[in-house]
């Protein structure tokens, strides 16, 4: 079974509105990333949490760390549809790295 | 430019065949990886390979296997391969493999096997 885990599955929002994507995972950690992947491209890192931190902004994107319940979630707000993409979280050292199912995200315009 | 490149972007085989997918980092980094993500966007790690020491993941087909001549390259091998094998293969690298460091991806190879 996934040490990581999104939710929902997938959701669509317009442009403009704000989204949030839920991450739940089964293992202490030290820290949590966040990922995009947008379509015919490889992952790409959004945000890196770690576990002595309950809040991480990066422009439009906030991502939460809740270490008592395990769970993390990334907010983005003003979407674009260029935010169009699966959203991962990934647990583990680099050499280890596990990633969620991911929630794929559409803006529409 | 500075990034990981992937070739070929796509590959179609028959069951029994052997491939060979390449990838570059241009990044300095010392550390690379190899991912299969399957049609469900499932993500998971095959090896892992820093500088000459390599981790493989005990899940891994004994048909795969990388390759390095440095620690800008690491290519994957496939021998004879199956139809569970169609899958994406991502190449990754970063610049430290015991922390928390960002991993870089390239575009990814598609594998289809028929």
């Known amino acids: 079974s996934q040490l990581a885990e999104e939710n929902p599955w997938a959701l669509s929002v317009h442009e403009g509105e704000s989204v949030t994507v839920n991450c739940s995972y089964k293992?202490?950690?030290?820290?949590l990333q966040w990922y995009r992947q947008k379509s015919g491209e490889g992952p790409a890192q959004l945000i890196l949490i770690r576990s002595n931190e309950r809040e991480k902004r990066n422009g439009r994107l906030r991502a939460t760390l809740d270490t008592s319940s395990q769970s993390s979630s990334l907010s983005i707000t003003a979407t674009r549809c260029e935010d169009t993409a699966v959203y991962f979280c990934?647990?583990?050292?680099?050499?280890?790295?596990?990633f969620g199912s991911g929630t794929k995200v559409i803006v529409l315009p | 430019e500075t990034a990981v490149f992937q070739t070929p972007n796509y590959h179609v085989t028959q069951v029994g065949n052997e491939v060979s997918f390449n990838c570059k980092q241009t990044l300095g980094h010392d550390t690379m990886y190899w991912y299969k993500q399957d049609s469900k966007k499932l993500l998971k790690i095959m090896f892992s390979?820093?500088?000459?020491?390599?981790?493989v993941n005990e899940t891994v087909p004994r048909r795969f296997s990388p390759q390095s001549s440095d620690k800008a390259h690491l290519n994957l091998r496939i021998k004879s391969v199956e139809p569970e094998d169609s899958a994406v293969y991502l190449c990754?690298?970063?610049?430290?493999?015991?922390?928390?460091?960002?991993?870089?991806f390239g575009p990814g190879t598609r594998l289809t096997v028929l």
């Open positions: 990754a690298s970063s610049d430290d493999w015991v922390n928390y460091a960002e991993q870089f």
């Open positions: 293992t202490s950690i030290t820290a």
């Open positions: 990934a647990t583990g050292f680099a050499s280890a790295l596990t």
């Open positions: 390979y820093n500088n000459k020491q390599l981790i």
